[in-house]
């Protein structure tokens, strides 16, 4: 069994009297794609900038495929391609030389034709590149930041926020490109506030509260945790009301003609409840992220 | 070693454009000050402006300072000149304290993610220092050189450049020293401003700390601390004392400030 993209144990970084992290423990397997959710200042970037040996943990242990972080920081980062949450590179480099110096930096060689299909997919051509950085937007920043994360084609990528100040049609280039370097046996280990985005790419997540996970989840399951919202529409007037209901339906709008519930679970207690009565449409709201998340971020147990 | 090349190329091509219109500059300030030297020579006016210079100024700070007024101390003038000086030392702490200004950016985020080692951080800037230093202080002697050389009669050149590869040297080590104490503060630092504002601080109070003490005797036990008080300048010109001891001193503090930026820059967090 191969060791896992990224086992952290125990992790704790204090920062004075704050504890940016607390005991943090957490496994992504390879060849997932992890979203690590967070509120801002929840410690999301402090564990990242400690996988990458950028700070120093005053306890527990982080390991990349195996590598523990801070003994071994060299060869873990030598696996690692990284998008940091602000890209701040010097105004007067082109962004060209930008992608040149990184890629220098890596122990493996960057493709020149791996590099071009990421500028073209990401919509960052050469002309572009050959400006300076001071003339960049803060989506351009971003498109090179990605490029320079992806260039290598490391078989780990941690990217805190990759879409912030992407536009839509670039961050759906990006989505693509995440299922595809899936595909090839990578692991993503990805940070961001868009829920929609966690919920479409991501297979697990993990979120930290106050330093603290406070959930580790499968995206499948959490969908089940989520209420459906379902609208009963009747071709004439019900007068019974729907008897036997599990604890999980919540009925909250009754009319003649009308049934609203919040569900969570099957739907196979509703459909026998609808059994003999003039049912006309049955609409299925689906279920959001969202609605358990926050509740998560709010500190409420769901 | 390969990446550790890029980074330093990297960083020497941001700077290089500025410090070769600098060397440049300062290579042709010398050629001025030994065509100068030459004029006031045959003018004959070197005893004169000795002449000018007060009782009260000759016991405070001594014969040296009529050194000054002589045809090799006008021709050596760049190098002690307080206006070249702090410049050069200006320089070369902003240049050590770049490293700070690279934390506060974040840019060294994107490049430690690499497998970089963090002591490569800190021989690419002294690397860098004593590639400024090699390169100014190269400029400036081959500016005396060529002035010398040119204008004036190859005896009185030759005996006028003997001491000037001394005081490139002392001045050069003593450059290196302040840049190793601004790039030990810079290894610590989170702003930029902050360490360099600490560094040039720390200059201009041993500067004049040492400067004050020529004239008050309570402060000479004081002026020791000062690295300027290992850079006399008018003796090495006078021939009355030996580089030697001064650059073993300042190459010890250069050793020990880099050594220690070394070892902050490990352990710090980024």
Known sequence: MPAPAISIRGLTKRYGRLTAVRDLALEVNQGEIFGFLGLNGAGNTTTIRILLDLLRPNGGTASIMGHDCQGNGLQVRALVGYLPGEVNFYGDMTGREVLDLLGRLQQRPVSTEYRRELQQRLDLPEADLRRRLREYSTGMKRKLGLIQAFQGDPPLLILDEPTEGLDPLIQE???????????????????????????????????????????????????????????????????????????????????????????????????????GLPVSDVDVAEARLEEVLIRYYREEKP | MKAWFALLAHSARRSRMFLLVTAALLAAFQILLAFAAKELLELNTFSGLAALVPDFMRQVFGTSLLTLMSFRGMACLGFFHIAIVAFLVGLIISMATELAGEVETRFLDVVLAHPLARHWIITRTIALLVGCVVLLLGAMMLGTWAGLHWLVASDLARESFAVVPQLALNLGILLLSWGGLALMLAAIARRRNIAAATASLLAMASYMIDLISQAWKPLKPVARYSLFHYYNSLNLITGSRQVTHDVLILACVAAIAFALSYLFFQYRDL
């Open chain 1, 173 to 275: 280039s990006f989505y693509d490109l995440l299922f595809e370097v899936r595909r090839k046996g990578r692991t993503v280990f990805m940070s961001s506030h868009v829920l929609s985005e966690v919920e479409r790419v991501c297979e697990r997540i993990g979120l930290i509260r106050t330093g603290q996970l406070a959930l580790l989840a499968v995206v499948d399951d959490l969908h089940k945790m989520a209420h459906r919202k379902v609208r009963v529409t009747f071709s004439s007037d019900v007068a019974a009301r729907p008897g036997n209901l599990p604890p999980e339906y919540e009925l909250i709008d009754l009319q003649p003609r009308s049934w609203t519930l919040r569900i969570r679970g099957t739907l196979g207690p509703l459909m026998a409840a609808l059994a």
